[in-house]
C-alpha cells in the first residue's frame, strides 16, 4: 500500500515538472506593464497552492506509513469476531426459540372464586355483629343475630296450639273407648230380644201348622196371642239392633274427632318447625370456610329479608386465564402451570390446568355477536382456562399466607411440551 502511494506522488510530481517544461501559451494582455505583471503573479499564486497540496500528502503518507495498519474490515481478526458473534447469536436465538415453544402464556388472567354473598333471611333489627371484618372464619361461625322476641313468641304459639291438638286427641281417643263399651252393652242387651222374638216366631208357626191339621186342636185366641208375642218380640228385637247401630256411629265419630285432633296436631308440629326454621334464620352463620369482606351492616341496623349483609372468599381459589384460540393446540388437563402474582412478583406459586371451557367468552354474552350480518372481520378469540393452585412440596408458597384475592391480575405459564 505504501508502493502505491510512492507511485501516486511520483506522477503527481512528473506532471507538475511537465507543467513547468511547457511554454506559457495564454494571450498576453495588450495593457502594457500593467498585464504583463498580472501574469506573472497568476503562477506564483498556483504553485504556491500546489506546495501545500504537496505537503498535506506528504503529510497523510507519513501518518499511514506511521501506522501501518489495514482498514477495519480488511483485517482476519475483524471478521473472526464477527462469525463468532454472529454464531453465538444464532445459537441462542435458536436455543430461546426451542425453550420459548414450550409454553404457552398470557396476562389476561385473575384470580377467581365462588364468593358467597350473606343475605338476611327474615327482617329485624341486628341485636349482634361480629368484629370480623378481613378475618378468616371457619364454617359454622356465627357472624350476626337478628332480634328474637317475635319469632321466640311465634314459636311459643305453636307449642301451645300443639299441646291443645294433642288434649284434643286423648278425648277423642276416649270417646271412641267410650262408644264401643256402650256397642258391647248393646250387644248384650240385644241378645235376649232377638232370642225372644225367634220364639215368639217359633211358635206362631207352630200354631198355625196344627190349626191347619186340626182346626179344634188350636184355639183362635192361641194364634193371635202367638202372632202378638211374635210382633212384640221382633220390634224388641229391632230397637236392640238400632242401638247397636247407634253405638257404631258413636264410634265412627269419636274415631273421627281423633283424627281432627290429630291433623290439628300436625298443622301444630309444623308451625313449630316453621318458627323453628325462622328462629334458626336469626342467626347468621358462616355457610363456608373464608375471609369476611364487605361487611355493610353494624348492631342495631334493621334489615329486610334479601338484603345483602356481607361476603366470604372462600378459601378455595383459581386462576381464570383467557387463552386466545391459538395457543389451545397443545393445551391438556392437568399440565402443569407457574403462576406469578403481580402483586407478589418474587414469588413463585405453581398449579395445573383443571378444565377448558368449551366455548370462547363472546359465546356467552348477554348479546352475543351475529357474524352473519354485515362486514366480518376475524379476530382472535379467547378462551377461559381454570387453574388450580397447587402446593407440591413444603417449599411451595401457601396461597393462604398471601392476601390474594378474586380480582388480582396473574401472569401463568403453562407447559405444554
Known amino acids: 500500500m505504501t508502493a502505491d502511494r510512492d507511485q501516486d506522488r511520483a506522477s503527481d510530481d512528473d506532471g507538475r515538472n511537465d507543467g513547468e517544461d ?169 241378645v235376649q230380644p232377638e232370642a225372644q222374638a225367634a220364639k215368639a216366631q217359633a211358635d206362631l208357626k207352630r200354631y198355625v ?40 256411629a258413636q264410634i265412627a265419630v269419636a274415631e273421627k274427632q281423633v283424627k281432627s285432633a290429630q291433623a290439628q296436631k300436625a298443622g301444630a308440629q309444623a308451625q313449630i318447625d316453621s318458627a323453628k326454621v325462622t328462629y334458626g334464620h336469626l342467626d347468621i352463620r358462616a355457610p363456608v370456610a373464608g375471609q369476611v369482606v364487605n361487611r355493610s351492616v353494624n348492631v342495631g341496623s334493621y334489615v329486610q329479608a334479601g338484603s345483602q349483609l356481607m361476603a366470604i372468599v372462600p378459601d378455595r381459589m383459581w386462576v381464570t386465564a383467557n387463552f386466545k384460540e391459538t395457543q389451545l393446540a397443545l393445551m391438556r388437563l392437568g399440565q402443569p402451570v407457574d403462576i406469578s402474582v403481580d402483586a407478589f412478583p418474587d414469588v413463585h406459586f405453581v398449579g395445573h390446568v383443571d378444565s377448558i371451557q368449551r366455548g370462547a367468552g363472546q359465546a356467552f354474552a348477554l348479546l352475543p355477536p351475529q357474524n352473519a350480518t354485515g362486514n366480518y372481520v376475524k379476530v382472535v378469540q379467547r378462551v377461559p382456562v381454570r387453574i388450580l393452585f397447587d402446593r407440591r412440596n413444603r417449599n411451595d408458597p401457601d396461597l393462604h399466607h398471601y392476601a390474594i384475592g378474586p380480582g388480582m391480575s396473574v401472569v401463568p405459564t403453562v407447559r405444554v411440551r
Open 22 to 190: 511547457r511554454p506559457d501559451t495564454r494571450p498576453r494582455s495588450a495593457h502594457g506593464d500593467d498585464g504583463h505583471d498580472h501574469d506573472d503573479r497568476e503562477p506564483d499564486e498556483d504553485k504556491g497552492k500546489r506546495d501545500d497540496d504537496d505537503d498535506d500528502d506528504d503529510g497523510d503518507e507519513d501518518q499511514d506509513d506511521h501506522d501501518g495498519r489495514p482498514p477495519l474490515y480488511k483485517r482476519p481478526l475483524f471478521w473472526l469476531i464477527f462469525g463468532v458473534v454472529a454464531i453465538v447469536l444464532i445459537v441462542g436465538g435458536l436455543l430461546f426459540w426451542l425453550h420459548a415453544r414450550k409454553f404457552e402464556s398470557t396476562d389476561d388472567a385473575f384470580v377467581d372464586a365462588h364468593v358467597v354473598r350473606l343475605a338476611a333471611q327474615v327482617s329485624g333489627q341486628l341485636t349482634a355483629v361480629a368484629n370480623v371484618d378481613n378475618r378468616h372464619v371457619e364454617a359454622g361461625a356465627l357472624l350476626a343475630t337478628i332480634e328474637t322476641d317475635a319469632t321466640q313468641a311465634t314459636v311459643e304459639q305453636a307449642r301451645a296450639q300443639w299441646l291443645q291438638a294433642e288434649a284434643q286427641i286423648e278425648q277423642a281417643r276416649a270417646q271412641v273407648t267410650s262408644a264401643q263399651a256402650q256397642r258391647a252393652q248393646a250387644v248384650a242387651e240385644a
Open 209 to 248: 201348622a196344627l190349626r191347619q191339621i186340626d182346626a179344634a186342636a188350636v184355639a183362635g185366641t192361641q194364634i193371635d196371642q202367638a202372632r202378638a208375642q211374635a210382633d212384640s218380640s221382633a220390634g224388641q228385637a229391632a230397637a236392640a239392633r238400632r242401638a247397636i247401630d247407634n253405638a257404631d
